[in-house]
């Protein structure tokens, strides 16, 4: 079964750091440009950052510019998103995406998309 399984959030404090992970399963994700969505309590899904599946280079909302990375593992099948200095507005459930280019777009197209895949969010939290 295809699936993007994201896992690494938890509980941290402002300025720490975090890294989350996702996970492909049924499809190679080298193929693809990997990104991340989250949704904070009460808010719209919003766009994080992706990173082409062709020249490697990365987009990221203004809001986590500076302080999010993305890198990949392809011998793992497996992206991650490096979170440093983190805020207490970076608080959200994250969700890990697989695109066919690396794009600011909204959340909904990757589920109607044929060969773009929505995967599993994880809780980040950012609180002292």
């Known amino acids: 079964e295809v699936q993007l399984q994201a896992s690494g959030g938890g509980y941290v404090q402002p300025g720490g750091s975090l890294r989350l992970s996702c996970t492909a399963s049924?499809?190679?994700?080298?193929?693809?440009?990997p990104g991340w969505f989250r949704q904070a309590p009460g808010k719209e899904r919003e766009w994080v950052g992706c990173?082409?599946?062709?020249?490697?280079?990365?987009k990221f909302a203004d809001s986590v510019k500076g302080r999010f990375t993305i890198s990949r593992d392809n011998a793992k099948n497996t992206q991650y998103l490096q979170m440093d200095n983190l805020k207490p507005e970076d608080t959200a459930v994250y969700f890990c995406?697989?695109?066919?280019?690396?794009?600011?777009?909204?959340?909904?197209?990757?589920?109607?998309?044929?060969?773009?895949?929505w995967g599993t969010g994880t809780q980040v939290t950012v609180s002292s």
């Open positions: 995406t697989a695109g066919t280019a690396c794009s600011k777009r909204p959340w909904w197209e990757y589920i109607i998309t044929d060969g773009e895949y």
């Open positions: 049924d499809f190679t994700y080298a193929d693809y440009s």
């Open positions: 990173i082409s599946r062709g020249d490697g280079i990365a």
